[in-house]
């Protein structure tokens, strides 16, 4: 696959869909063995109180909360940065039956995490396929990420966030085939 943009970034406004449309990718290219997580608002009636990871093995943990303390902190939110390593160390990124790997997201909480830096990094430097949403805006290691020359970086919008899974998963079905 050299050469090719085997890494499929997504990016958009927050609240356009981007981790609905990964949840369906993640679901239609099931037979590809995906490996990765996504990450869903915690609710309590309506007030948004943190985020929960999401194993695609149906494995969980809680990256951030409102009640969590300590150092590292974004908005309102306490960011679990030892407890989001501990999750990512159980994810089974490189093994042989893992055609595709799916992260959602690449943001400025997950990035407090050097491993998963270094994780998301040795994946897009590998043979594995990686589709990821990333943040809109961010610092320098996610503008750096979304330049690189192995990179196909796509914007979901109103106008094609319908049309854009069924693109990306028939793309996905390709550079799956050549590996």
Known sequence: MTGKRKNILITG???????????????HL?????????T??????????????IGLDGRGGILAHINRGGPVRVGKYGVDVEGFESFLS???????????VIIDEIGR????????????????????????????????FIEFLKHREDVRLEVLTREN?????????DTLRVLADER
């Open 109 to 140: 909480m997950e990035c407090y995490s050097p491993r998963f830096r270094e994780l998301v990094q040795s994946i897009m430097d590998s043979n594995q396929i990686l589709i990821a949403t990333i943040a809109l805006r961010g610092d320098s």
């Open 13 to 27: 406004v927050p609240g356009i869909g981007k981790t609905t449309l990964i949840k369906g990718i993640a679901e």
């Open 90 to 100: 159980h994810l089974s990124l490189f093994e042989p039956i893992t055609h595709l």
């Open 30 to 38: 099931s037979n590809f063995h995906p490996v990765g997580f996504y």
């Open 40 to 53: 869903q608002e915690l609710r309590e009636t309506r007030t948004r109180v943190g985020f929960q990871l």
């Open 161 to 169: 966030r319908d049309s854009l899974g069924p693109i990306l998963e």
